[in-house]
């Protein structure tokens, strides 16, 4: 695996020579926040902003959450990991972004720290994947052994506990929700603007944290995000309540990919599962 130093030093180069040569007008990656361990997305206009940029194990976010902040026809380029080139895969899929506007710059990398832990990031709390799905430029040397096991090992307990049980545990959990919607602001996947929360007329849903208001936003976050959920992760990271909203997610990624086939984000080519009709699909969904 190239050393994340010299990745950093590739970034670096690459967005410096994209935006000198005005192949994009944007780079989006990371730069130092307060300390090393809280890096910040970081959009580098000039050449100049270049030395800002870093790259190190804690920078997890999952930049593609920004793409579509940016005007149509706007040149970006992205540093992207596994998961969150993934998540601009679904995006293109989506018609949100044009890939003849983006540069990806992907980053092959396993070893990801949760900023608030300190703990790796596996294959429990994202899909794990080492090498970006899609890519222009490949910022270190791809990585052919990046372990065993399923990203869906981790559900094995909640899906041992009968329907009661099962119901509890999450009442229990999305009680702590303070309804900050800090998993909604981290999600690459959560782009309507207006978010049904935020529309008044009409009011679809309670915004303060009550259990029942709560279980709504939950609940209908979790149907939105039904075979596009990429398994970043960063809800779960974002989250101030602990809240395991991965589990969540890779529940519903799970039952999509047995009953469709397919994963999101993986292939340019694939359609959204939720859109692409076919006769042979599941009809498991609709039990
Ligand atoms: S980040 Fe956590 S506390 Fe905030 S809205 Fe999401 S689940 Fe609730
Ligand atoms: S729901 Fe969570 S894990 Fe899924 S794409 Fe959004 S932030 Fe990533």
Redesign the pocket.
Known sequence: MTNIKQIEENLKREAKRLLESKEVSVVLAYARGYDEHHPLPYAARTAGEVGNLIFNEYCTYNLARYLTKYPPKTKIAIAVKAADSRAVVQLIQEEKVKKEDLVILGIPFIGMKDPKTGEEIDQKTTCHMANPVLYDILLGEEIRDAGAGSPYDVLAELEAMDQAARWSFWEKE?S???????????CPMCYCDPCFMDASRPRWADKS?TADG?LM??LTRFYHLAGRCIDCGE?SR??????P?HLFHKKMAKECETMFGQAAGMKIDDKPVMVNYGNQDSDEMLK
């Open positions: 999305f702590k929700c303070i309804r900050c919607f800090a998993c909604r602001k981290a944290p709560n936003y939950h809800c974002a989250c101030p309540m602990d809240i909203l």
